[in-house]
DNA sequence: TGTGGTCACGAACACCGTTCTACTCCAGAA
DNA sequence: TTCTGGAGTAGAACGGTGTTCGTGACCACA
């Protein structure tokens, strides 16, 4: 009666009129708690916050639950189904406002910043959301939202659908890189990723053949990540300006 | 006396004042052609083309080149050393123009399109330049020649280094998206890709949840995929027109 | 001719995703 | 109550990965 996890993911990628079968079934004796696919969600969430989605490995989640790695194969299809349902619990947890036509590019960076900082929370994730197909129902849910926002917002339906894959796709690569950075930066005792003075006085002491990276190596080293961050949606946002239905 | 390969990576982010040392020791016996950094590199070049970058391996290196899989940490530190290897010598080759002021957009788009069009002769290899340190100097020399592009056309300093950041992860980002896409294209029988017209049919049989996803399907799924490069590429350059030095 | 050092390579280690197969355990039928 | 079937669990194993260790061959030079 139960689906199989092949019919799982079939559901999630086709109409979402799924029953849900969201009854956590569990022993009455409560002998040991039965594995469900929350459970394994939620372990495996629980192992990317704190060592880092290069650490996910199914003998991890599987160690975690005390099991065997086959065991998760009952309710998984694949590596790749765990990262898409890691993807789509971390899109369905993102709050999609209400379009407000005076507000949208507010509302839209706010929306690109709440994934962000979802991305961030569990570092290296970003890299499952490259491969996530977009016809899962969940990511595809923050896609409707964002596409309102650009619309509400009097952009032409086709730049809007365009810039809707770019910001996404430079809210997902921006993540992955600064997950990459940061992990480098902790695990590494002394490793290839330096400092920002550290960056600036290399820059300075380049050879000739590169004089603007010498003379601009403050500039280049300048600004918070997240200020790159503001100021890329900024620009991609911004850019839409000739877009406009009503020019 | 020739230098260990730590010492080799070391010289490519610090200083390019190398001997270079490109004489390609040979026995004059020529019993049997002596493994070296460039027949290494050559190799994982024709791997990644012919197969993508989740084959090249070690292993498969190693046995193309007729030999075991420790041989190549004789001239290589790691896996990730031979991909910022990787990197640095497709970066050697992108053509970078003399900066001209009345037409520094055109130029600085074609520097990208090389980029990107690098990135997919060789399926997946952004992957690798997402890793790749700034530091390395043949990426540098590609960020160099942006740069001044950017700053030819009256880009204030601080934006220009930051859309300079902005520009190479998104053609990364772009570059390995496609490639993903492609290879499951290719290697998945009936893969979980769909074509656009299925995808739109996908869109259009929406619940009404989606009612803007719903209604421009076919926006969604609009366009050739080098379109969308060239419209978010101009999306971002059109964006800087405020931060131009002389505004 | 000897000798030292560089390079190559087979074997092995610790991991990974995945599958096969046996086994437990409980719900429901007789 | 007993039997039976099936779902869920888990151990062992397969083929693959990156990387290291120790041994051995070879060539240039003293």
Redesign the pocket.
């Known amino acids: 009666?139960?689906p199989?996890p092949q019919e799982r993911r079939a559901a999630r990628h086709q109409l979402g009129a799924g029953p849900n079968t969201s009854g956590a079934?569990r022993?009455?004796?409560g002998?040991?708690r039965?594995?469900?696919v929350d459970a394994i969600i939620d372990t495996a969430f629980g192992i990317v916050e704190r060592e880092g989605y290069e650490?996910?490995?199914?003998?991890?989640v599987?160690a975690a639950?005390?099991?065997?790695?086959?065991?998760?194969?009952?309710?998984?299809?694949?590596?790749?189904?765990?990262d898409e349902l890691l993807i789509g619990r971390l899109c369905a947890g993102i709050d999609l406002p209400e379009p407000d036509p005076a507000d949208w590019r507010r509302q839209l960076i706010g929306v690109c910043t709440q994934l962000r900082d979802q991305y961030l929370r569990y570092p290296g994730i970003s890299r499952a959301a490259f491969a996530a197909a977009p016809s899962n129902l969940d990511t595809l849910r923050v896609s409707e939202g964002m596409l309102a926002l650009l619309l509400a917002g009097g952009i032409e339906p086709r730049a809007a659908a365009w810039a809707l894959d770019a910001l996404v796709l430079y809210v997902n690569a921006y993540s992955l890189e600064v997950s990459m950075v940061n992990s480098r930066l902790a695990g590494g005792e002394q490793h290839w990723v330096v400092g920002r003075e550290e960056l600036m006085r290399r820059f300075a002491a380049l050879p000739d053949t590169f004089p603007h990276t010498k003379r601009h190596a403050a500039e280049l080293t300048a600004g918070t990540v997240p200020d790159r961050f503001d100021f890329t949606l900024g620009l991609m946002i911004d850019g839409l300006g000739g877009a406009r239905r009503d020019a």
């Open positions: 009666m139960s199989t079934r022993g009455p004796g002998r040991r039965p594995i469900t650490a996910l490995t199914m003998r991890r599987a639950l005390e099991t065997g790695p086959s065991s998760l194969y009952a309710h998984v299809v694949n590596k790749e189904d765990l």
